[in-house]
DNA sequence: CTATGGCACGGATT
DNA sequence: AATCCGTGCCATAG
């Protein structure tokens, strides 16, 4: 059974209600924000030191002992065990980027380093006095090739004009690796593409998704993405595959190496998610550890010593601190109460879809938001407001919305792709209806058109065969 | 005649 | 109450 926390945590008002409900949608870097500026404009919250695991060194919410390290010996291997898991300093990428450097850094056959590299390249094109900031802007890149200073706080310091220090940049980032010096994916996708359509066409629509749809894009909510255009979700993969086979937003990485399979990078997601599972120790025998991610690098409480002086102020003053310590004791509850109900619904979400999490998406379960409300009793819609807008890191490190968990038609677009790849000659849609029939899957022959057009396949008369 | 995309309806989701 | 999804019906292209 999932651990409860000392007491059992309920509404007390509708205040808390709705607090909660809101708290609930909220993604990882909104609650971050909602932290943050409650922190600072509430001196009755108090954020208490970070507490490790002395075991595993793992940082923990306010309970006394380790969710990982006092895993009861005689649970199920099955049940996962879910805990909230403070993450101030959380880096998205923090893995491959070790994975990557190291990789790389061993079997890159380009001995001088990345700096040197590009420097090499354009000194020729810089004018003797511009050639400092050029080396000060290619000191300051991280693994991924961006900058990790602000030009404009460079520009003052070296009291020169913004727009000289963006014109140096310009140069850098029209060198190889073609994009380096930006200062995120989207800007680097940006002059990739610019300096591409110079010499061959590019998708309108990708140029267009890159500019204006990169957080649509780096979610893969193509649908969206095909909704704000107007265009169909056939078209958004389409440009979706021009970008991810022609650009690359990590320009740093390509000059390492690129250690990622192809099918990996296409669904690299430039954020961090909201949630983590992975295997106890990377084992797969092990049962599944489902962090859910707090931006914080402590527990937020209702600061004791406020409490106290409160008793002891006079009485205009306990008036005004009265409320901050009501609103704050509000706030802690509200939290406690919004991890406590995504506690529950993860625990009971990665029990019934263990198979599509360990197998992929083909042994995906069709529950629906309805089913997992009455078995949490809780009203549908705290469901689908817990879902929305969050997304799960796999233990492929596969970045996905959480609605993807009910997903209806995950799996069948799954087999439909698989069987549609392992054709040797291109199926009509009829086809495919018999084809999943005979996998035990009954869809309309017009539902599996949709899906086509929802992977982006072209209809049979206009598949070749590739390779 | 076959294969496919557009439109609209009903139920689920938000 | 508004929106999304699977499906049936029909028009159109080849």
Redesign the pocket.
């Known amino acids: 059974m999932l651990q409860r926390t000392s007491q059992e945590i309920r509404p007390l008002t509708t205040a808390h209600l709705a607090q909660t409900m809101t708290l609930l949608q909220m993604t990882i870097d909104e609650i971050k924000q909602e932290i943050e500026s409650e922190l600072s404009s509430n001196p009755a919250l108090e954020l208490r030191d970070e507490r490790r695991c002395p075991t595993c060194g793992r940082l923990l919410q306010e309970r006394e002992n380790c969710p990982v390290c006092s895993i009861p010996k005689e649970s199920n291997p099955e049940d996962p065990v879910v805990f909230i898991s403070p993450k101030d300093d959380f880096t998205p990428h923090s893995d491959q980027q070790e994975d990557d450097y190291l990789d790389g850094h061993d079997y890159s056959p380009i001995t001088e380093d990345l700096p040197t590299y590009v420097l090499k390249q354009i000194l020729p094109d810089l004018a003797e006095e511009d050639r400092q900031y050029a080396v000060f802007l290619l000191a300051n890149l991280d693994d991924d090739g961006f900058l990790t200073v602000d030009p404009l706080e460079l520009a003052q310091y070296f009291h020169v004009p913004l727009a000289k220090i963006n014109g140096i940049r310009r140069i850098i980032q029209k060198a190889d690796p073609l994009g380096v010096g930006s200062l995120n994916p989207r800007e680097a996708l940006q002059i990739q593409i610019e300096i591409l359509s110079e010499t061959q066409a590019v998708p309108a629509l990708a140029t267009l998704i890159v500019n204006e749809a990169m957080d649509l894009l780096s979610k893969r909510q193509f649908?969206e993405i095909a909704?704000r255009y107007n265009c169909?979700v056939a078209d958004v993969h389409l440009a979706v595959s021009f970008i991810s086979e022609n650009l690359n937003p990590f320009p740093g990485r390509s000059y390492w190496g690129d250690v990622r399979s192809p099918s990996v990078s296409t669904t690299q997601v430039y954020h961090r998610p909201d949630i983590i599972i992975n295997y106890l120790n990377d084992d797969p025998a092990q049962p599944l550890i489902v962090e859910i991610i707090m931006p914080l690098g402590g527990t937020l409480r209702v600061n004791p010593l406020f409490r106290k002086a409160v008793k002891s102020a006079d009485e205009e003053q306990k008036d005004i601190w009265k409320e901050d310590l009501e609103r704050a004791s509000l706030f802690v509850k509200c939290l406690q109460q919004r991890n406590h109900t995504m506690q529950r619904l993860m625990f009971h979400l990665v029990k019934l879809q263990r198979d599509f999490i360990v197998k992929g998406p083909k042994y995906i379960e069709p529950i629906?938001?309805?089913q997992l409300s009455v078995e949490l009793d809780v009203h549908?819609?705290t469901?689908?407001r817990a879902?929305?807008n969050k997304t799960v890191q796999l233990p492929t490190k596969q970045i996905i919305p959480l609605?993807s968990f009910?997903d209806?038609?995950l799996n069948i677009r799954t087999i439909m792709r698989e069987i549609i790849s392992s054709e040797t000659r291109p199926l009509?849609?009829?086809?495919l209806v018999k084809l999943l029939e005979a996998r035990g899957h009954?869809?309309?022959?017009?539902?599996v058109?949709?899906y086509?057009?929802m992977e982006g396949i072209l209809?049979?008369?206009l598949r070749r065969m590739i390779t």
């Not at 009509?428 to 086809?431: E, L, R, V, Y």
């Not at 009954?442 to 539902?447: E, G, I, K, N, P």
Request: glycine letters at 0%.
């Open positions: 649908n909704h169909s629906t938001r309805v549908e819609s469901i689908s879902v929305a609605a009910f209806r038609s009509s849609d009829a086809k009954f869809v309309a022959r017009r539902t058109a949709k086509r057009a209809p049979a008369h």
